[in-house]
């Protein structure tokens, strides 16, 4: 299927790449379908697109690669609500928030977004413990790993 997008433009997705957000991401309850494009092929940054609105889409990054040490926990109910059964179908990103320059660009890492690869359901996750994660952590040169 063809998705218009406003950053890359005309791009042909599968079926297969569709991911539902069953209650949407905060603030657009009403956006349920989305798919994961990528920016560019030596880019540490994927695009989030919404596919009921051209113009809804975020940058995201994998959130370990700048902050190793990043981690949390998944509660008992998002577990079930993106029907979880094994940690490698889990995925993390963070939203990235391109600002005038690299030196300003933030991530969020208090609201990761949490996919279910196996099941293609994701879900933003507000942390309930943020101590030292904040909505516009700094982007630093990469520390971790995407794995």
Same mark, same amino acid.
């Given at each position: 299927?063809?998705?218009?997008?406003?950053?890359?433009?005309?791009?042909?997705? @599968? @079926?297969? *790449?569709?991911? %539902?957000?069953?209650?949407?991401? =905060?603030?657009?309850?009403?956006?349920?379908?989305?798919?994961?494009?990528?920016?560019?092929? *030596?880019?540490?940054?994927?695009?989030?697109?919404?596919?009921e609105d051209q113009d809804v889409s975020f940058v995201l990054a994998y959130p370990f690669a700048f902050k190793a040490d990043y981690s949390y926990?998944?509660?008992?109910?998002?577990?079930?609500?993106?029907?979880? %059964?094994? @940690?490698?179908?889990?995925? %993390?990103?963070?939203?990235?928030?391109?600002?005038?320059?690299?030196?300003?660009?933030?991530?969020? =890492?208090?609201?990761?977004?949490?996919?279910?690869?196996? @099941?293609? =359901?994701?879900?933003?996750?507000?942390l309930p413990n943020s101590e030292g994660y904040s909505l516009r952590h700094p982007l630093t040169a990469p520390e971790g790993s995407a794995e």
């Amino acid at each position: 299927m063809l998705v218009e997008t406003k950053l890359l433009g005309e791009v042909e997705i @599968e @079926e297969s *790449d569709i991911i %539902t957000f069953e209650q949407g991401l =905060l603030g657009l309850k009403q956006l349920k379908q989305y798919t994961i494009l990528p920016i560019e092929k *030596d880019l540490p940054f994927l695009l989030l697109q919404s596919l009921e609105d051209q113009d809804v889409s975020f940058v995201l990054a994998y959130p370990f690669a700048f902050k190793a040490d990043y981690s949390y926990e998944i509660s008992e109910e998002d577990r079930e609500q993106l029907h979880i %059964t094994a @940690e490698h179908d889990v995925v %993390t990103y963070a939203i990235v928030t391109l600002n005038d320059s690299w030196a300003n660009s933030t991530m969020n =890492l208090l609201a990761p977004i949490v996919l279910n690869v196996k @099941e293609k =359901l994701g879900k933003q996750i507000v942390l309930p413990n943020s101590e030292g994660y904040s909505l516009r952590h700094p982007l630093t040169a990469p520390e971790g790993s995407a794995e």
